[in-house]
């Protein structure tokens, strides 16, 4: 489970300034950093894995971004695919499912990344997903007018707040998963 904290400044580019990323199921394993490089060095150290940001349309913008500005390509079928590629699953409204990081394909060996919308498998906010799966940890509050630099050093406030967000995704995204519910999206049935 990962998540960006971004700065949105209206006379300059947004950018990421913090990142946290734990693993589902050993929600001790967490890694924070401030800058969207290191975290496209750690995707590409744990490829294989499958990632999940909680709203991916709003992440993801800035995944593709770095991607493109990295010498990567974007392919719109995954057959096309080879190193350097990414695919995504987009709907036509804009509605962000998935996100593929090839960085190596020879034939049968692939070397990648998915990422995936945890929001479509768990509609709620964090603050309601740690109230309805009963978690000890909480949504946090931070400041998100302060100003912050690219080289930004986060504090203790901060870092809990980003660690909190993951860590809450990440436990009831176990509890789905341990039931066997793997989808991409949760599937509701409606009774009248």
């Known amino acids: 489970m990962a998540d960006f904290e971004t700065a949105v400044w209206l006379d ?7 990142w946290a990323c734990c693993e589902i199921g050993n929600e001790e394993n967490i890694t924070i950093e401030n800058n969207i490089s290191s975290f496209m060095k750690f995707l590409e150290k744990n490829s294989g894995s499958t990632f999940y ?17 990295s010498g990567f390509t974007f ?4 057959k096309e695919a080879k190193d350097k590629t ?8 804009g509605v962000f499912y998935q996100i593929t990081i090839y960085y190596k394909k020879n034939g049968k060996h692939v070397k990648k990344v998915t990422i995936i919308d945890s929001l479509k498998i768990i509609p709620f906010s964090v603050s309601q997903i740690a109230k309805s799966f009963g ?3 909480s949504k946090l509050e931070i400041d998100y007018m302060k100003e912050r630099s690219r080289t930004h050093t986060l504090t203790k406030e901060e870092r809990d707040y980003v660690k909190n967000d993951v860590v809450i995704v990440a436990k ?8 066997g519910l ?6 509701i049935k409606c009774f009248i």
């Open 86 to 93: 990414f695919t995504t699953l987009i709907s036509n409204f």
């Open 53 to 69: 940001f909680h709203n991916l349309k709003f992440d993801g913008e800035f995944i593709i971004s770095e991607l493109l500005n």
């Open 172 to 179: 009831a995204l176990n509890v789905i998963f341990s039931e």
């Open 182 to 187: 793997t989808k991409m999206t949760q599937r």
């Open 12 to 18: 300059s580019e947004s950018f990421v300034w913090a």
């Open 135 to 137: 978690l000890e940890e």
């Open 75 to 78: 392919v719109k079928d995954r």
